[in-house]
DNA sequence: ACGATTTAGTAAACCGATTTAGCAAAACCG
DNA sequence: CGGTTTTGCTAAATCGGTTTACTAAATCGT
């Protein structure tokens, strides 16, 4: 007994597929379908278990209550719990979350992007890699409903959900300079990226503020593609320099650093201060001792979702730049 | 300029859309589609940026070349990671991942799989909270493509990606109690789950092995709602009744117990091993020490697309049931 | 009782692709 | 040169819904 289509359940009942359409989009009254009519209909659709195509549905209405969700990884904890925030209020809404993750590759991000577009999605929410690449210049030309957050490309417009970068790196460096801290290192994935280059920034600043000289040697880039090893050489590095705090642009980052530091040198784990923009969990206990800058990421699900609503209702793009002021976590 | 269709590029060429749609198959030349013309569609396709609108495709094909992902959170790192594989996996193979959280829940479950059904995705990987539900059973009936991974029912006959759960936990708790353990409580979410039953069982098994009494009041069973303020209430008492393990049945209920350790009785943490089924990273290092049981996640994620692929394939359904081995990683 | 309106419903076009069946012209064959 | 085959292309049906335009019968108003 294969599916029931709306003509199937026409044909069976003896009325038209127009009128069936009718009694199940709640349009009986409306269109005047007797009650009998609609009741012999409704009770036959619970009977058969009918279930409408969807895809039939989005082809006529141009319209697939479908959101595309783009970002360098899903398993990442940060995009992971935004991307089951938005997926719950976009629930509310009768939306759904398609997912996709770039892995920081400019290639796969495009290919994801037209995989999207094709599938008709009905807007985007995105954390991109390479914002200036065609694809989405392309989309942002045709007002395809798209919001950005966690990174931004200062020339493109778009609408952005952010959080505040330089600031707030910089003053959560300013405590452990505070404390006594005389030499600083700093471990980061690409900076191609302009917001992790604004935490760069902050970090350079918090040095030159207080007269520390900037090292670049002290400044040490992971390779995204194999970061445990590559951060073991990095963190080694800074270790071997004599630092006494090393400041990290992004979670993931900071956290197989402190488990490398647990590993490998856990004699020093209470000599150092680590600095972490991103927060998490374990931060609250484990050591080293890590001084966090914690992203609202509550914030930063629901802005995009009510701008990405607002775009997709209004077909106007507004360009919208909501900057969120993050939390620093002493410790 | 708003997008083309096949049709508008037909009209704008002077051509059939079935040229067209020959040509963009690459079916031009078995079609004889002559190469003059099949070059000046590809060039105008070119041209204009022409995207193919998949739901329509969809439409006519009756597949989609996307997956539903069913889980209780796509946030927990287990399932996040899975879904990261599961994605990539699928990548290659031209499938897309609609995803959707049950939080545990029967009602949302079943909304979404209809909803993924309503969307005509090709088959449906899952982590169900309630595989006997009438959705579940009806999709069964009508040899939908499935795989369930991480949980069984075993009146349910299905395609099944598991982990042994029983002896690995037995094990696991065995080594605690060759090192003198005594007291041994337990923590867990609901046991309405059949593997989280097992490993239960697993419990059970290793303190009757042992001849050390069971006593039910040290397994104590955590509101998944509110699973901090629950699960601190939980170890308070087993903190109090002296026991000097702590078994837990998944990732989630260790995480949250370290945390609240380190929180609320640093002082314990050097006295008290957790036995914890699920690993993680942090326990790498965390306090307390945690005998963990780790799931071959790699393998979980492969081999349920593999079946998938294979039952998508081949509409008749098999009920293959894989068990892996999970890896006891003392410390 | 007769025209106007309301009730109850339907046929057909449409969304954007794929695919079957078929047609006209050109090329081939003996 | 007449018949067959090949080449090059197209019209129309289809997937499963929604929606517009329309009709026939019943009811209403006077």
Request: aromatic share 8%; hydrophobic share 40%; proline share 3%.
């Amino acid at each position: 007994m294969k599916k029931k289509s709306i003509k199937d359940i026409a044909q069976d009942l003896g009325v038209s597929k127009t009128t069936v359409s009718f009694v199940l989009n709640k349009k009986g009254d409306e269109k005047n379908i007797s009650k009998k009519t609609q009741k012999v209909i409704l009770d036959y659709i619970e009977e058969v278990g009918y279930q409408p195509n969807q895809i039939a549905k989005s082809l006529k209405n141009g319209t697939t209550n479908t959101i595309g969700y783009l970002v360098p990884d899903i398993s990442n904890p940060f995009y992971a719990k935004i991307g089951r925030m938005i997926e719950d209020l976009l629930w509310e809404k009768g939306y759904h979350l398609l997912i996709g993750s770039t892995d920081e590759k400019k290639e796969k991000e495009e290919l994801l992007l037209n995989m999207f577009v094709n599938r008709q999605v009905d807007g985007l929410i995105i954390a991109s890699c390479f914002i200036k690449g065609d694809v989405l210049k392309s989309l942002s030309r045709q007002n395809f409903p798209m919001v950005f957050f966690d990174r931004e490309d200062p020339e493109f417009l778009a609408n952005y959900i952010l959080v505040e970068n330089k600031n707030p790196m910089k003053e959560a460096i300013q405590k452990t300079i505070d404390k006594g801290a005389k030499k600083i290192g700093l471990l980061s994935i690409t900076p191609d990226v302009y917001s992790l280059k604004l935490r760069i920034d902050g970090y350079k600043q918090a040095l030159t503020d207080n007269a520390l000289e900037y090292d670049e040697n002290l400044l040490r880039i992971v390779d995204y593609n194999h970061i445990k090893e590559s951060a073991q050489k990095e963190l080694k590095y800074l270790i071997e320099a004599g630092v006494d705090v090393v400041v990290f642009t992004n979670n993931q980052i900071t956290a197989t650093a402190i488990w490398l530091m647990n590993m490998h040198y856990p004699e020093k784990v209470k000599e150092i201060t680590f600095v972490s923009f991103d927060n998490l969990d374990i931060f609250d206990y484990s050591m080293p001792r890590v001084i966090s800058i914690a992203q609202p990421i509550m914030s930063i699900a629901r802005q995009s979702v009510d701008i990405l609503e607002e775009v997709i209702k209004n077909k106007e793009s507004k360009n919208t730049r909501i900057e969120l002021k993050p939390k620093l976590i002493e410790r």
